[in-house]
């Protein structure tokens, strides 16, 4: 086996300096550094991620033109789609992952309509598989799971009305309650929703047998550590602001609150093990979680001869249509629903950029 795996990483070896000469004979000299940034980042090495400089470079192209931008995605999505190789792949979604964190905006804005004019879903992975070695078999697994994660986390990405765990999409925390504040209830639930769809597929990570050890796992694990806490951190928002709310739940607004943190009860012991980090702020929530479960079930709901009752009633609001356009304008006005605030009827915010929702 030794011996196999040693020839099979020499092949790995000379396929990329065969690939790094390839891109230098055809590419376009405009273009060539990207090529070479790009396949250097790639290699087929399973254990060790993307060197950090070849990294930085390819982020750098998200700081020119929108048409170099679009070039790069273009090009790391056609590596991803062509590659048999678990190392590779793995790889290709890795630097997605750091597009997402740390992109430029123009860089995650062209990852987030790619590609522009509809057609293949660049993520879908289901059937990818690379059986050469143990190893690269369970490699395939990450890789599978790690880009329907990373789908997870654009789709909910596009729900808040910004990039999700992105540096660059930072925002002030107090200015962040004032905008879930602005939420109609059935807003606020299907954001509280969408960050449960996320953290379930956290939850859903393979576990590592081979891979154990294995660098590049493990740094894929951090960037999904760091994810979970902002993802915790969104949830203590909205989980703050239904409690306000609670006297102004609807039945049915209710039983999907509860349905919602009932499946993120289920997924947390799983969840937890991702981060040590923050624990006392981890352990708050995951209380207030249970309690509001526990309030939402017990004051909205009851029974009387076999029937669910609601406790009072209030007027429907239309589904709002914040999420129809990308971008939400200034100026927009939307439906005032917290309980801390009954004497606003509608409020003018600032939007988050949105993100492009995906084909």
């Not at 004979?25 to 790009?38: V, W």
């Not at 905006?105 to 062209?110: A, G, V």
């Not at 990039?163 to 807003?187: A, M, R, W």
């Amino acid at each position: 086996m030794g011996r196999i795996t040693v020839i099979r990483d020499l092949i790995g070896v000379i396929k990329d300096k065969a690939s790094q000469s390839k891109a230098a004979l055809l590419s376009n000299p405009k273009t060539l550094s990207l090529h070479l940034a790009l396949l250097r980042a790639t290699t087929h090495d399973p254990f060790t991620p993307p060197d950090p400089r070849h990294l930085a470079a390819l982020l750098s192209f998200g700081h020119s033109s929108r048409a170099i931008a679009a070039t790069a995605i273009e090009a790391l999505m056609d590596r991803l789609q062509t590659t048999r190789d678990a190392s590779v792949a793995i790889k290709c979604l890795f630097m997605i992952h750091h597009i997402i964190k740390r992109g430029s905006f123009i860089l995650q804005d062209q990852l987030s309509v790619f590609p522009a004019t509809g057609g293949r879903n660049y993520l879908k992975l289901s059937n990818f598989r690379d059986n050469t070695t143990p190893l690269t078999w369970e490699l395939s697994s990450w890789v599978r799971w790690y880009a329907l994660y990373l789908e997870s986390l654009l789709s909910t990405s596009r729900i808040l009305g910004f990039f999700l765990c992105s540096t660059s999409s930072s925002v002030d925390k107090d200015k962040e309650e004032e905008k879930v504040s602005s939420l109609i209830n059935s807003e606020l639930i299907r954001e509280i929703n969408s960050l449960v769809n996320l953290l379930e597929q956290i939850s859903k990570r393979p576990d590592s047998l081979h891979a154990n050890g294995n660098i590049l796992v493990e740094e894929i694990q951090g960037l999904v550590g760091e994810d979970y806490l902002s993802s915790i951190n969104e949830v203590s928002i909205r989980v703050g602001e239904v409690r306000e709310r609670l006297s102004s739940l609807s039945f049915v607004d209710s039983v999907e609150l509860v349905c919602a943190l009932k499946r993120l009860e289920d997924c947390k012991e799983r969840s937890l093990a991702l981060s040590q980090r923050k624990k006392v702020l981890i352990d708050t929530v995951w209380g207030s979680i249970s309690e509001i479960k526990d309030q939402v079930g017990s004051s909205k709901v009851y029974r009387e001869e076999g029937r669910l009752l609601t406790m009072g009633s209030r007027n429907k609001v239309s589904e709002s249509a914040r999420f129809g356009e990308p971008v939400l304008k200034h100026g927009d006005s939307v439906k005032f629903c917290s309980g801390r605030f009954p004497s606003f009827n509608n409020l003018s915010f600032r939007s988050y950029e949105s993100v492009e929702p995906r084909a």
